[in-house]
Nanobody, 115 residues
């Protein structure tokens, strides 16, 4: 089993930045892909960014190069640096870990961008 705990969400004005952090514990050796997803109010959960064990990245088109996913293997953490935030980025952001046919989720962290 893999446990994920997100942090770093909050309220920020449009144009500002936040960095989300996801701490992974448990059977982390089973993970071959980490990602960030978000669920805007009244909408379905959607992909934000993916990072594979081979350091390949993939971003949603809506991100438009404003976000960067990265990791610190020594700390078992994955980060999402979010810049030039827009009100439409408001959502609950979830960390995901996938591997060995399983998918694990954190509890989510709220990001609210005011106009």
């Amino acid at each position: 089993q893999v446990q994920l705990v997100e942090s770093g969400g909050g309220l920020v004005q449009a144009g500002g930045s936040l960095r989300l952090s996801c701490a992974a514990s448990g059977n982390i050796f089973s993970i071959n892909r980490m990602g960030w997803y978000r669920q805007p109010p009244g909408k379905q959960r959607e992909l934000v960014a993916l990072l594979t064990s081979g350091d390949n990245t993939n971003y949603a088109d809506s991100i438009d190069a404003r976000f960067i996913i990265s990791r610190d293997n020594a700390k078992n953490r994955v980060y999402l640096q979010m810049n030039s935030l827009k009100p439409e980025d408001t959502a609950v952001y979830y960390c995901n870990a996938a591997g060995n046919g399983r998918s694990h989720w954190g509890q989510g962290t709220q990001v609210t961008v005011s106009s």
